[in-house]
Nanobody
Framework: QVRLVESGGGLVQPGGSLTLSCASS?????????VAWYRQAPGKQREFVAN???????DYADSVKGRFTISRDGVKNAVWLQMNSLKLEDTAVYYC????????????WGQGTQVTVSS
């Protein structure tokens, strides 16, 4: 069964940093699909944060541009989300998604990791 596993969430003060990881034992869904991060705050819909294509092209939501960086590590079968200058409004459960040819167009999701920004 194809699985994505997120890690790296936690509690951080405003202005702080965290790095999230999305990993899989199935190499191809990390390296040969587009991988994205989404987040869902309490009472809100899940929203797009960032993605990285199979060729390394990245895209970001306006709310995180200049603060978050998505990258892929092909050796470790992981996609990272470096989050800097965190704000209270970044508090959410962060989910990893893989979608593309490897999964026949279907989206595979991880279980999510909680990020809480609080003073």
């Amino acid at each position: 069964q194809v699985r994505l596993v997120e890690s790296g969430g936690g509690l951080v003060q405003p202005g702080g940093s965290l790095t999230l990881s999305c990993a899989s034992s199935t190499r191809s869904i990390i390296n040969l699909n587009t991988v994205a991060w989404y987040r869902q705050a309490p009472g809100k819909q899940r929203e797009f944060v960032a993605n990285i294509s199979t060729t390394g092209v990245t895209d970001y939501a306006d709310s995180v541009k200049g603060r978050f960086t998505i990258s892929r590590d092909g050796v470790k079968n992981a996609v990272w989300l470096q989050m800097n200058s965190l704000k209270l409004e970044d508090t959410a459960v962060y989910y990893c998604q893989s979608r593309g040819a490897v999964t026949l167009g279907d989206a595979v999701w991880g279980q999510g990791t909680q990020v809480t920004v609080s003073s």
